[in-house]
């Protein structure tokens, strides 16, 4: 019997874990949709922005700003960007092993990497290792919005335009479906001058500006840098809310199965106890009568 209660108090254990798992699949779906909705209405206007920086950068040259100044890399910054929550499957896990690896290579091809990290589990994880971090953003994906973005911005602007950093990268999970997100490295800044999506560049047409160049990339230029940061927040939030998703339907299923196996192993427990009773009382019925 005591068997039999240990199995009992197992299968109520997972039915609970399964209904929690089965509420988390559910929340985040409902988010998911959301976030979905977000990502897909924000990514034309960041490659029409990046198109019309670049088209603009590459007529007026890398000396027209700061931030197209092409530089000798000796200090590079890396954005890394998690989530502050678990139970999301390998969301967090393949991205940290890849940063790992990408700061394990380039330890002795930069003087100094400089990182910065969104989210709990990218400190943990690179503390854990003995990492250093410039800054830590906590508690953003969990409430985005477009300040976030906009503070990440000016925090590695300001950095790059005082010379502490020469290069600025970010590291991503970027969302292509709520079972499948692809670990990204991508270039901030600084602005790439060979990639521009207009063909005016190449043909050597330019254009009047109003007011002048300096202003109108002194404002375009951060404008731009926030919006790469809010589409590469966006894409980690769909991520994170399609990987928990599809992490939760598999434990929901897992669950069943296994109150199935516990349940099937519970029958036969008891009836191999019963057995057991009827076979001592027919033994002691057959006492009685010799």
């Known amino acids: ?18 209904q929690i798992t089965k509420a988390m699949k559910m929340v985040s779906a409902a988010k998911l949709k959301r976030a979905q909705d977000a990502i897909i209405a924000a990514r034309p206007y960041a490659r029409k922005m990046r ?13 027209a700003h700061p931030l197209l100044a092409a530089r000798e890399t000796k200090k590079l910054a890396l954005l890394v960007v998690t989530t502050d929550r678990g139970l999301c499957g390998g969301f967090n896990s393949n991205l940290l092993r890849a ?16 990182v910065f990290v969104v989210g709990r589990k990218a400190r943990e994880f690179l503390r854990r290792r003995g990492i250093s971090l410039r800054k830590e953003y906590l508690n953003v994906l969990g409430s985005l919005s477009y300040a976030h973005a ?13 010379g502490d ?19 990204r490295f991508e270039r901030l800044f600084p602005i790439s001058l060979d990639q521009g999506g207009g063909g005016g560049a190449v043909s050597g047409v ?31 939030v769909a991520g994170e809310h399609g990987a928990r998703m599809s992490a939760m339907d598999s434990a929901t299923n897992n669950a ?16 191999a106890t019963i057995t057991k009773e009827l076979m001592e009382i027919i033994g002691g019925a057959e006492a009685l009568k010799g």
């Open 206 to 236: 330019d254009f009047l500006y109003e007011p002048s160049q300096k202003e109108i990339l002194a404002t375009l230029l951060p404008k731009y840098v926030e919006t790469q940061i809010f589409r590469v927040l966006l894409e980690s």
């Open 51 to 63: 198109e019309v920086v670049q088209a603009l950068a590459a007529r007026v040259g890398e000396d």
């Open 165 to 183: 950093f020469d290069e600025v990268q970010v590291v991503f999970n970027e969302f292509r479906s709520a079972i499948s997100q692809v670990v």
């Open 1 to 18: 019997m005591a068997n039999l209660r240990a199995i009992r108090k197992r299968v109520g254990s997972v039915k609970s874990t399964q």
């Open 256 to 271: 069943v199965d296994m109150i199935a196996r516990l349940t099937l192993q519970m029958n036969r427990a008891r009836q």
């Open 99 to 114: 940063t790992y690896r990408f700061l394990a290579a380039n330890r002795e091809k930069y003087e100094e990497i400089a």
């Open 150 to 162: 906009a503070t990440l911005s000016e925090n590695l602007v300001g950095g790059f335009l005082a």
